[in-house]
């Protein structure tokens, strides 16, 4: 089965991606990642952050930082580690902060629509929700730390899981 994946993955993405995906006894993540996209994401990640940031700043939006910025900020963190995992691609402990980093990260950037939420009902008024403005905002965002504690967990699962698969 990995044989016809590996035939496949060269055929469409050519040989300098394939042989990168030959050796499955590499480290935790049994290839290695790759370089440029690591850098690419880094820095798309890093340009929409500092735009938050300015962005709160400036409209002295502050739930901005703990919701957008701080999503901004984990998946810089995660795709840091990532991008050294590229060239140490056996090291376990970038492996563990990409991980976990990456798969919290979204959680607060989910707030955001909360928010948003909140004062769009605000907005157009109260007679056209089902709940209070600020009930919405209580109840999703009680919802959004149970799931950031599951996944939370969930990453530290996959690492422990990394560790052992390594040892």
């Known amino acids: 089965m990995h044989a016809s994946l590996t035939s496949v993955a060269s055929s469409l993405l050519g040989e300098h991606c394939a042989r990168e995906t030959v050796d499955t ?6 290839y290695v990642p790759t370089r440029w996209v690591c850098i690419t994401f880094i820095s798309l990640f890093a340009i929409s952050t500092a735009a ?10 502050w739930w901005l930082f ?37 798969i919290i ?14 004062f769009i ?6 007679r056209y929700s089902r709940l209070s403005p ?4 209580v109840l999703f965002l009680t919802i959004d730390v149970i799931s950031l504690s599951i996944q939370g967990a969930g990453g530290g699962i996959a690492g422990t899981a990394a ?5």
């Open 25 to 30: 006894d590499i480290g935790p993540y049994d």
């Open 52 to 61: 938050h940031a300015v962005q709160a700043t400036w409209f002295r939006i």
């Open 66 to 102: 703990p919701t957008a910025v701080f999503c901004g900020v984990s998946e810089l963190v995660g795709w840091g580690a990532r991008l050294y995992s590229s060239g140490d691609p056996s090291a376990l402990t970038p492996f563990e902060i990409q991980i976990s980093a990456t």
């Open 105 to 118: 990260a979204p959680t607060p950037l989910i707030a955001v629509n909360f928010i948003i939420l909140e």
């Open 121 to 126: 009902i605000k907005t157009l008024g109260a």
């Open 134 to 137: 600020r009930m919405y905002m």
């Open 163 to 167: 560790e052992i698969y390594i040892i």
